[in-house]
């Protein structure tokens, strides 16, 4: 099967901009995840989204959102760009439950 | 406030012997518990997982440990491979929210030959 896609791999913007990440699920997989990962944080949650509705959201500022359209594609979206934004963003796609597979993230570089 | 702790940034097994990663928690409503394995520029891929009514979890080389109590989980690889040389990520889940994951900051294995 194939499995979670994400895009663009690597993205490098500049502090003030806006960027948004795609993700695409497992076919048939409805609930969508976002992580964040850094060095000094680890991995933290962003938010989930399931048939199309934000379902759970982590603890990060409002500067991060996200959608998800019928077809359980999600994207994401930050807008005013930090230098602390850059990270690897991770997408993780389930069927309903508990996270099962991740994507293999976008690399985003805030100079 | 980190409430699933890893406290081994790394460990070094060599091939054959057993691999024991261990992985601490502070909140009381985690009832889920995963394993995932990252290599570098991938994402995390998921190993094992315990539910909080079991103390035990085998699949094939893996097995997970929890013990409730003390609110600490185990992960045993045996026998190490080389392959196994990666991030081990252990995650915990609340009631409800399955899919938000707390995740502890990794141990680094590195299986030598």
């Known amino acids: 099967k194939a499995g979670v896609t994400q895009t663009p791999r690597y993205l490098i913007k500049t502090r003030g901009q806006q960027v948004t990440l795609s993700c695409s699920p497992i076919?048939?997989?409805?609930?969508v995840s976002w992580y964040q990962q850094t060095p000094g944080q680890g991995l933290q949650f962003l938010f989930e989204?399931?048939?199309?509705?934000?379902?759970n959201k982590g603890n990060f500022p409002g500067r991060f959102s996200g959608r998800q359209f019928s077809n359980s594609r999600s994207e994401m979206n930050v807008s005013t760009l930090e230098l602390g934004d850059s990270a690897l963003y991770l997408c993780?796609?389930?069927?309903?439950?508990?996270?099962?597979?991740f994507g293999p993230g976008t690399r985003l570089t805030v100079t | 406030d980190q409430q699933v702790k890893q406290n081994s940034p790394s460990l070094s097994v060599q091939e054959g012997r057993i691999s024991i990663l261990n992985c601490d928690y502070t909140?009381?409503?985690?009832?889920?518990f995963l394993w995932y394995k990252k290599y570098p520029a991938e994402g995390p891929t998921f190993l094992i997982s315990?539910?909080?009514?079991?103390d035990k979890n085998e699949d094939g080389r893996f097995t997970v440990f929890l013990n409730k109590s003390a609110k600490h989980l185990s992960l045993h690889i045996v026998p190490s491979q080389p392959g196994d040389s990666a991030v081990y990520f252990c995650?915990?889940?609340?009631?409800?929210?399955?899919?938000?994951?707390?995740f502890g900051t990794g141990t680094r294995l590195q299986v030598t030959l």
């Open positions: 993780a796609s389930s069927l309903e439950g508990w996270t099962e597979e």
């Open positions: 076919s048939g997989h409805r609930s």
């Open positions: 989204y399931f048939s199309e509705t934000q379902r």
């Open positions: 909140n009381s409503m985690f009832d889920y």
């Open positions: 315990i539910s909080s009514i079991k």
């Open positions: 995650a915990a889940s609340k009631v409800g929210t399955a899919s938000k994951l707390t």
